[in-house]
Structure formats: structure tokens, C-alpha cells
């Protein structure tokens, strides 16, 4: 993220049926494992010692107490083979444990020295959040396309009724499926201060895991597309509603970057008493990306004239697949002066890790037209050291809200925060140390501020 002269880097894109709330002792969606088992790549020597292929194997660093591997009896060295009669293959290994349910028995086969050795164990869940003393944690679902997608749920432990809190996270497939309290806001717990300070003082919070990440049935996230994806809040958010202790009338959306095109897109369907976002683009999906190429490589210190070149290129390429609809083999036959350039954006014809069937579903999207129907209270904010959004996006959201609804929509520019929260002064200083910060929690309090302002209007 942020590495000077990288053609990927400069499209950075980090956008970031009804179910009641089910306690989990009730709830039919089966809980991960966690394997608990640090590793690394299988050696060249040791590959050739033990006859494996490349690329085949995992070597056991360290087995973590009490979880799933090291209750099996993996040991330090281990050159772990097979799980559940499956090769292992150190690029997939990560997906084959996602397979582990929790409670069910498994198999590993390692071998250590010159024995080949099976391992037996019972799955250890993931750990759960125990909530504190103002709030419980419920583990449910919704179910979206025929599929159970997790929920997490807080929930005070006063009487209510309580006002609701729809948070809709960023682009990337992070789970969110961690202890709120004395998280960081960090990579492993990206919102997690926020998130903590609404469970923490009396609201009712909800937000799902995407299709194939943590619990949630789906996926592979790689080929999820845009509408699919959507349906998952829309879901969410009739959970929320249902709930019998959540205040219909002050319920909130917040959409952290990508979070913010899936938040006024379902407000327009139900109705909401606020939406607020951080980070997002509003305008078209295509102009926000020419303005990636341009503007992120000016941050990363790149010329004007390359900077101008690399937008003349650029358009040309992203117009053919993304508006044209063309392939990115297409591409490459019809204009090989492209190919290097497409290589770099496109790899294996997906952008940012994603088909590009989401990426042309949402380019289709009219934003404005969303954010006019959503008749309610808006608040958008950019932060100052974020070099992935802008803030022409974030006035034109309050001005088509505006233009509905004089006087019920702000936009707002935050000093020293990226992205992600971070404190940082500068854009410049967010991407050398992108990922690296410390979390600011101004927004946060800006936000529930805000909130607490459109609550106290009748």
C-alpha cells in the first residue's frame, strides 16, 4: 500500500430474508475453528529431503496453548502435510483451516524428523466476545441468497429501548469478529474503538461478516459481486429493526469507505433517522478512479508530466474494461502497448483482489440518486491525511441532501486522520506508514455528537 512507483499501488482501493437476533446456543450457523498455529514456508532443502513439491507443506513455528493445533499435539518444527486427508498448500492454507467447524474432530499429518505421524484433535472455536458489564455480545445471522451471513450484535444490558447503530465496513474482507474492548484500531481491529464507544454507552450495534469471511457461509470474497454483497446489509438492517429493544424511530447507518456506497443505497429502501460516512466517493466510480491515478502518485512524489501520462493511459485502459465491458485479454490483443499496464492493474483479470463484475455493477450505481431518496439526516467526513478519498465527494454528497432537505446534511474535513483513523499530519506521512498508526478517536466523538444532535430534534 502506498509503495512509490507501483502501477497497483496508485489504485488503491481500500473502501477500505428477515432473521431475528438468536442467541448462540440457539443459532444454526456453526461457529469457525481456530487453528492457533503460526508457520512458514516449506524450505528448498527440506523439500528435497522430504520429497515434497513446491509449495506443498507448512513448517510449524509455534503451536499457541489451548487452541486446536496445539492440542493435537502439533510440535515446533513440525512440517505439517495433510489436514483432514487434504494436501496442504502453504498459498491455501489459510482456507483449508476456514474449513475447520468448530467442536468436530480433525487430522493433521506432519512429519517430524523422519516419521510421518497422524494428528487427531478437536476444533477450538474462535474466541468470543465477552461483552463487559454495560453490554452482552450475540452471535446470529441473516440469511442473504440462500446463505447464513454472521452477525454480531451489542446489546445493553439496561431495559430499553435502546437506538440502533448499522455499522457497514470497508471494501476489504476483513473479519470483524474481535474483542471490543481494548481494541487498538489497528490492522486487526480496524473500528474496533468506535464500534466500542457505541456498544459501551447504550446503543444497540449490529454488523455482519461478508460472504466467506469468518462464519459467514459464501464467497470466496474474490468473486462476490456488488449486488450480492448488498443484500447482506439490506438483511442486516431489517435484524436490526425487528430487534424489540432497538428504538425504530433512532436508528443510525454508519458506512466506513466502501461501507458508504452500501449505506444510503438500503436508507433508500428503509427508512433511517441518520446516515453518517467516512471516507467514500459519490460521484462516478469512474471519475473517482482517473482521480486515483492522478492524484495518488503526485502523494507518492511522482512528476506532473508522468502523473499526466499515466491518466492518458490510464483512462484509456479503464474505459475498455470497466465501461466497455471489455476483457482484459481483449485488451491486451487489441492494444498490446497496454499489456504491461494491464498486467499491473489487472492482475489475473481482477482489480484489487476483486472480479470485475463488482467493480462494473457498482460503476452503473447513480450514487446521487440514492443519497436524494434516503430523506434523512446525513453526515460526511474526510479525513485530512486520507489519500484515497477526496473531498469533492463527500460535498457533493450533503449537497444533493441538501438540495432534497435544506439543513439536514454537513460535510466535514477532520485534521491529522487517514483512511483508516490514523493520526497522521499529512497525506504524504499516511502513506509511508500506511497501516502503522495510532487510531484518533475524534471522529468518533465527532459522530456521536452529531448523533446525539439529530436525536435531541423532535
Same mark, same amino acid.
Given at each position: 500500500?502506498? =509503495? ?23 443459532? /444454526? ?11 512458514? /514456508? ?9 520429497? %515434497? ?8 513455528? @509455534? ?14 518444527? @513440525? ?59 450475540? !452471535? ?15 446489546? /445493553? ?13 470497508? +471494501? ?20 474496533? /474503538?468506535?464500534? !466500542? ?23 470466496? +470474497? ?22 424489540? $429493544? ?31 460516512? !467516512? ?13 486515483? %491515478? ?9 512528476? +506532473?508530466?508522468?502523473? $499526466? ?13 470497466? %465501461? ?10 487489441? =492494444? ?6 494491464? @498486467?499491473? %492493474? ?43 478519498? !477526496? ?24 485534521? $491529522?486522520? $487517514?483512511?483508516?483513523? =490514523? ?36
Amino acid at each position: 500500500m502506498g =509503495h512509490r512507483g507501483s502501477w497497483q499501488s496508485l489504485v488503491i482501493v481500500v473502501l477500505m430474508t428477515l432473521a431475528v437476533s438468536v442467541h448462540a446456543k440457539d443459532d /444454526p450457523l456453526p461457529r469457525r475453528a481456530v487453528l492457533g498455529l503460526a508457520y512458514t /514456508p516449506v524450505s528448498a532443502e527440506q523439500a528435497k529431503t522430504h520429497q %515434497l513439491d513446491q509449495g506443498t507443506g507448512i513448517v510449524a513455528s @509455534d503451536a499457541v496453548a489451548g487452541k486446536s493445533a496445539a492440542n493435537a499435539g502439533v510440535m515446533k518444527g @513440525d512440517i505439517v502435510i495433510a489436514i483432514n486427508g487434504q494436501p496442504v498448500i502453504y498459498d491455501k492454507f489459510a482456507a483449508q483451516v476456514r474449513e475447520l467447524t468448530a467442536n468436530e474432530s480433525f487430522t493433521l499429518t506432519v512429519l517430524r524428523g523422519s516419521d510421518k505421524i497422524e494428528l487427531r484433535g478437536t476444533a477450538v472455536e474462535k474466541p468470543r466476545d465477552p461483552g463487559n458489564a454495560n453490554y452482552e455480545v450475540i !452471535y446470529g445471522h441473516v440469511t442473504s441468497n440462500g446463505q447464513k451471513m454472521r452477525t454480531i450484535v451489542t446489546r /445493553p444490558r439496561a431495559e430499553g429501548p435502546h437506538p440502533g447503530f448499522m455499522f457497514i465496513q470497508g +471494501f476489504s474482507p476483513v473479519s470483524y469478529d474481535f474483542q471490543l474492548e481494548g481494541s487498538r484500531g489497528d490492522v486487526a481491529t480496524i473500528d474496533g /474503538p468506535l464500534l !466500542y464507544e457505541f456498544a459501551n454507552s447504550g446503543f444497540v450495534t449490529i454488523r455482519v461478516e461478508k460472504p466467506g469471511v469468518g462464519d459467514s457461509e459464501g464467497g470466496p +470474497f474474490a468473486e462476490l459481486d456488488f449486488i450480492t454483497e448488498l443484500d447482506i446489509y439490506r438483511q442486516t438492517l431489517k435484524q436490526l429493526k425487528a430487534m424489540p $429493544d432497538v428504538d425504530v424511530e433512532n436508528i443510525f447507518i454508519f458506512g466506513h469507505s466502501m461501507g458508504g456506497a452500501f449505506g444510503p443505497m438500503i436508507a433508500a429502501e428503509s427508512q433511517v433517522r441518520g446516515i453518517a460516512v !467516512y471516507g467514500v466517493a459519490a460521484r462516478t466510480w469512474y471519475e473517482y478512479l482517473l482521480d486515483t %491515478l492522478r492524484y495518488q502518485g503526485l502523494v507518492a512524489g511522482d512528476s +506532473f508530466e508522468n502523473t $499526466d501520462e499515466r491518466v492518458r493511459v490510464g483512462s484509456m485502459l479503464m474505459a475498455m474494461v470497466f %465501461l466497455q465491458n471489455q476483457s482484459v485479454d481483449e485488451v491486451r490483443k487489441s =492494444h498490446p502497448e497496454l499489456a504491461p499496464l494491464a @498486467d499491473a %492493474l489487472f492482475p489475473n483479470g481482477m482489480f484489487s483482489g476483486k472480479s470485475l463484475e463488482f467493480w462494473r455493477q457498482l460503476g452503473k450505481e447513480n450514487m446521487p440518486a440514492y443519497w436524494s431518496r434516503c430523506q434523512t439526516n446525513v453526515l460526511a467526513v474526510r479525513g485530512a491525511s486520507d489519500y484515497v478519498t !477526496y473531498d469533492v465527494d463527500h460535498k457533493l454528497i450533503a449537497d444533493v441532501v441538501n438540495r432534497e432537505n435544506p439543513g439536514t446534511a454537513r460535510s466535514l474535513t477532520l485534521a $491529522d486522520s $487517514d483512511h483508516l483513523f =490514523h493520526k497522521f499530519p499529512t497525506e504524504q506521512d499516511s502513506m509511508k506508514n500506511a497501516q502503522k498508526g495510532e487510531f484518533n478517536p475524534a471522529f468518533t466523538q465527532l459522530m456521536k455528537s452529531w448523533i446525539e444532535e439529530v436525536m435531541s430534534k423532535k
